[in-house]
């Protein structure tokens, strides 16, 4: 069952509060459950670890997910999320500051649905908050239930 909640993967403290606050300056009023790195991110969508017994058919919206993570990279948490059937067909978002093509090739390689580097502008990046915002909790249309 598909939830309202964005899921932010991201371990800079500067930018999960820089994310969130455009988001809210955007009036995206979404549950935003934020973990720190991508073992935590795998922990919460499967139920395991510190998220064990969390009622794991409750699925986010959308992920935005940082590339440059902590114990497991978000290039890692993709091929994992892909991998199996409960989450394979999740909306995820690669939000980074990397401009690298060979970040870009290889998110969609292994099933990114989109590729946004962070704007260094807090106006830039407040407005593309609003467009993934409208984009993804709006307008997009997911199947309605997993494969």
């Not at 994310?19 to 549950?31: C, F, H, S, W």
């Not at 390689?109 to 993934?132: C, H, I, M, T, W």
Request: hydrophobic share 40%; glycine share 6%.
């Amino acid at each position: 069952m598909k939830s309202n909640k964005i899921m932010l993967v991201e371990d800079n403290p500067d930018d999960e509060a820089l994310t969130v606050r455009a988001l809210r300056k955007n009036k995206i009023v979404n549950e935003v459950v934020v973990v720190h790195d991508g073992v935590e991110a795998l922990d919460y969508l499967f139920g395991e670890g510190l998220h064990a017994g969390r009622n794991v058919s409750e699925v986010p919206q959308v992920i935005l997910l940082d590339l440059k993570l902590p114990k497991l990279d978000g290039l890692g948490v993709l091929r994992r999320l892909r991998a199996d059937d409960r989450t394979k067909l999740l909306p995820v978002v690669i939000l980074t500051s990397s401009d690298e093509e060979q970040d870009r090739i290889a998110s969609y390689k292994l099933g990114a649905n989109s590729y946004v580097r962070k704007p260094v502008d807090f106006g830039q990046f407040v407005e593309a908050a609003k467009q993934l915002g409208l984009y993804w909790l709006v307008l997009n249309e997911p199947p309605l239930r997993s494969l």
